[in-house]
């Protein structure tokens, strides 16, 4: 069974700092996709980034980037620059390539920007 | 990115009542939604796969006579809580399959379900 694991819950960065999120994860697939979600006050869940397992390439989104390290089964958040508004809960989640139908969720990381 | 449109926000309703929560993909088809609960403070857990023209496949665990589930347009999928309780209050998201560019999911706002 996949697992994803964030070992952080709670972090806290001031402004204009840069904060790394932590999340491993779980499986004995080697094709999969692994994303990061913002989830704000409002709750909306929001799609921060995405990142696929073929690619070796880190996937970057403006402020947001990660650090994939698909041997170690790592995929760690970076995010430069904070704001204020990047406050939220920030959740890992996986997928396979085979089973589209379920994403699985970490139990997130609680961010606080400071001003 | 895509717009996934839930609605109500809120909802307050007596125990025994049922309550009707929709969930829109407004600028692309979904032939795939998906309905979770979250507890406070706590992650996503998925309840259902609802597939477009379809009976919906359930998670081990979830009721499928109180958590009815229709799906019967490409853009709208319903979420029923059926003679509602108490310890059904909770929030409840949706999501949509989006396979425009690669495979995403964009998740509505959310339903805060209070059952007094």
């Known amino acids: 069974a996949q697992t994803v694991t964030q070992s952080q819950p709670e972090m806290s960065v001031q402004e204009a700092e840069t904060v790394t999120l932590s999340c491993t994860y779980d499986?004995?697939?080697?094709?999969?996709?692994l994303f990061w979600y913002k989830q704000p006050p409002s709750r909306q869940m929001i799609l921060v980034i995405r990142q696929e397992a073929y690619k070796q390439q880190n996937a970057t989104e403006n402020r947001f980037s990660v650090n994939f390290q698909k041997a170690a089964k790592s995929f760690s958040l970076k995010i430069s620059d904070s704001q204020l508004g990047d406050t939220a809960m920030y959740f890992c989640?996986?997928?396979?390539?085979?089973?589209?139908?379920?994403?699985?969720f970490g139990t997130g990381t609680r961010l606080q920007v400071f001003p | 990115g895509a717009v996934v449109s839930q609605h109500p926000s809120r909802v307050i309703c007596k125990s025994g009542t049922s309550v009707k929560i929709e969930c829109r993909s407004l600028d692309f088809q979904a032939t795939t939604m998906f309905w979770y609960r979250q507890f406070p403070k706590q992650s996503l857990m998925l309840m259902a796969t609802s597939n477009e023209g379809s009976k919906a496949t359930y998670e081990q665990g979830v009721e499928k006579d109180k958590f009815l589930i229709n799906h019967a347009s490409l853009t709208l999928s319903t979420l029923t809580v059926t003679s509602a309780h108490p310890e059904d209050s909770s929030f409840y998201i949706c999501?949509?399959?989006?396979?425009?560019?690669?495979?995403?999911?964009?998740f509505g706002s959310g339903t805060q379900l209070s059952v007094l």
């Open positions: 999501s949509a399959r989006y396979t425009g560019g690669g495979e995403k999911l964009f």
């Open positions: 989640a996986f997928m396979t390539y085979y089973n589209t139908d379920k994403l699985i």
């Open positions: 499986t004995s697939e080697s094709n999969y996709y």
